[in-house]
Every structure is written in C-alpha cells, then in structure tokens.
C-alpha cells in the first residue's frame, strides 16, 4: 500500500472494474504526471487493471479491523458463494468488502431489512458509507475522482460532500439511467447529448463538462495508424468483395441473441457473398458460438475468439449485436451496426447512436430482416466518412484524459461547488 504524500494535493480515485477502470487509467497517470499524489481504491475486479497498469491500489482489505468480528463472518458467508477468484483481487479482498458492505447495510437497515435487501438485490444493494468513511480517513484527500456505480463510487461522492471535499464522477457509455446518479460536484460527459438528459435529471449545467471517453481513444490511434485489414481477412479466408459482418455475443443465450440467428438464417442463403464471425464474449461457453455457426452454416460462419476485438471491428464491414459498447466502437470506426433490442431504449439514455444514419434498431425478427436487407458492400471512402463524423459527436481525438484531468485540477483549484443534484 502508497502512504500518501504530505506534501504534493492528494487525489483519491475510486472506481470499480471493467469499462470504469480503464476509462480512469490514462486520466490517473495523467495527473500523476503532472506531480499530484494519487491513491487509488481499485474495488472487485479493479485492482488487476490497475497494477497492470503500475499502480498499487487500495482496498477494502485495507480497512478491514481485528474488532470487525462481524463483517468478517458476513464476508466469509457471502464469499463462500460469491468470491470469483478468477477476476477478484484476492479473497481476503472478497471477504472485506461483502462483508463491510453488509455489515454497513444492517447498521443502515436492521438485521431483517439487510437480509431482505441483499436477498430481493444482492450486491446492488450496498451503499458502503461506514467503510468509505475509512478510506478517506486513511487518504485524507483534498479531491474525489470517481465514475457512476450506485455502490461504492456513490458512496465516495456522499462522503466527499459531507466533509467538504470536491468531488468529480466521470460518466460512462451506460452511466444515464436513473439508478446510476452521479450527483458529484464536476461531472464529465463523454458526448453534448448526454447534458441534456442529466440536466433533466436533476443535475446543473454548469456541473457539465464534455470530454470524451478515454476507454474510445484507442479509436483515434487506430484510425491514424496502418491498415491491417486486408491481411486479417485474408487469414480468415474472407474476399475483398464479401460483406463480413461480426456478431457480438452475449455472455447468455437469450431472446435478443434467438433474434440475432433468426435474422441471419433468414437472410444468408439469399446474400452469398456474406461472411459471419461469430466472437462468443469472453464469459460465455463456447459452445453456444459453435451452435451459431452450425445453424448459420460452416461454409458462411466462422469463429472469431482469440484475435483482439480492435483487429475484428477494423476488418469487418458491419456489426449486428445488442446494448454494447462494442457497438459504439464499431460506429466510431464508420461500420454500419444493427442493434437487437427488447425496446428502442438508446434515446432514452442520451446516447445519440441514431446519429448520422449509422445504426438500425430492431426489436422483432421482421424489424431486423428489414434493417439488415439495406447493408451494402461500402466504399472504404464511405466508411472513412461516417466513422469521422461519429468520432467528432464523441469526442474522440485522444485529448479525452486531458480533458478529465483538467476538470480534475479546477476542482482542485476552486473547491467545491455543490453544483449537481
């Protein structure tokens, strides 16, 4: 564990895995470049991230007590059940933060209204201020940095207004629905169309700054660096004239997932000059990829599940998948992309996929088909054309982190703000 400096502005970021952990990265070292004292609580599947990163996080672990009888025999209860040892830090990691956060969820609601939480919304349900509280009294920060999560990362926000700290949450690609408030002093929105939505919400706008999403800016390098696609479709015995659309899978087998195949049954033995890769998502079983590609046909599918995403969205020619950011990865870099939904839900989140004629959302096999039945083999200029102007909505030039970090550093500067909800 960092013991924090005395003497440089200490920044505390807090931050869950995944997409939040990668989109603070770069803004973490940026700021540590610029001579600031970062401490970083890396919660659940963070933590790898960030030491892969260089950075020695802190957790939960970390403010565990010998007194906490209590939480220990909750932590070792739930993590009986609950601990991925595949992903998680540790389990002594996994044993103090369930069993904190549940302890801290029976001082908040009693012993049966914890049981009945926990029950009715598992780990959704814990808003861990009691251990919070600890970390700060640990770091003593002058700033908070953290994303949208309704557990830990609100908890952190909650903590930093009551002690009168700034506090700055940066929003993720799926951060606008209502459970996920980011109600912290500075917040940075990875697009314009998102202000209006947390405006909406509650939030004022000049807590609003747009700055892009640092997780998107390998886009941007990509873009600006030589072109591989030519040989990935060769390996893959795909012709410069086919059509080759990648399927991203859900970790599950579901409707949305029944409704994907069912389009691309109906269609392929109509379009003989489409291609499908089917890349199972990295949780899922392989074998319901395997039964895609049988139902699809060996001669037209294939498996795509080793390569690096960023190699299959440059050399296919379109997307079709579900609510992912894969598929705004794949519009930024101008691939026509079909969404497969329960309901036309994206609007709704602020998310202007339906920009710039891009995107197709279907929500019945028929909607699908009809969406699908327009995709075209593309000049490359055309592609070019959109993925530049989807990229300019985004934000995505590689300035994302710096943009971050200077909020980060106004924060500093002015204190705080109580601009948002």
Known sequence: MNLPSPERKRILAVCYGGGHVLMLIPVLKQLEAQGFDVQIAGLTTAAAALRKAGFEPLGFRDLIREEDTRAREHGERLAAEMHQGSKVNSLEESIAYLGLSYANLEDQLGVEGAAEAFAERGRQAFLPLGPVRRLFDLVQPDVLLTTNSPRAELASIRVAAERGIPSVGVLDLFGLQPYNDIPADRVCVPFQQATSILVDRGLKAEALTVTGNPNFDWIHKLTGGADQTADWRSRHGVQSDELLVLYGMKPNWDQHEEMIVQCLEQLIPERPHWKVAVRPHPNSDAALAQNVIQRLGPEIAFLNENTPLSDALTACDALITHKSTVSVEAALLGKQVALVHSNHDYPTH??????????????????????????????????????????????????????????VTQALAEGQQRNAA
């Open 350 to 407: 602020g998310i202007p996929l339906h920009l710039f004629g891009w995107g197709t959302f279907s929500i019945t096999v028929a909607e699908g088909i009809e969406a699908l039945s327009h995709w075209t083999k593309e000049a490359p200029e055309r592609e070019a054309e959109r993925g530049e102007k989807v990229r300019a909505a985004w934000n995505c030039d590689g300035q994302s982190h710096m943009r971050i970090a200077a909020v």
